[in-house]
């Protein structure tokens, strides 16, 4: 598992609406059975009601998805399907909506 990496969710009650799930925990950590994600849905799906700085937008296979970084969540590694992607060059964005998540700014 590798930070930033983008896996299809695996759990059928939740890939209908959340398709994707961006893992965001640091590669140190690993040999724990768990990681931390940011659910991805379809920008059609949300309207326009996502806040762009907590929600920033990425693109995967030419649609794009909001990181819901409000719904945060630890999940077992089990739940992460097939790997779609690297996608560290949204590190910056990530980083900063979760930064603002926690402390506002």
């Known amino acids: 598992m590798a930070q930033f990496w983008v896996y299809e969710n695996a759990n059928r009650s939740s890939k209908q609406r959340v398709p994707y799930l961006l893992d ?17 849905a379809l920008k059609s799906t949300i309207g326009k009601a996502a806040m762009t700085k907590l929600c920033p ?20 590694r089990k739940v992460l ?4 992607g ?4 949204y590190r910056a964005e990530v980083i900063a909506a979760v930064d603002f998540l926690i402390s506002g700014i």
């Open 24 to 40: 965001i925990q640091s590669d140190l950590l690993d040999d724990l059975q768990t990681t931390v994600v940011i659910p991805l």
């Open 57 to 76: 937008l990425l693109e995967i296979e030419e649609r794009e998805f909001v990181v819901l970084t409000s719904q945060i969540a630890g999940v077992d």
């Open 81 to 84: 399907g097939k790997e779609i």
């Open 86 to 89: 690297n996608f560290s060059h």
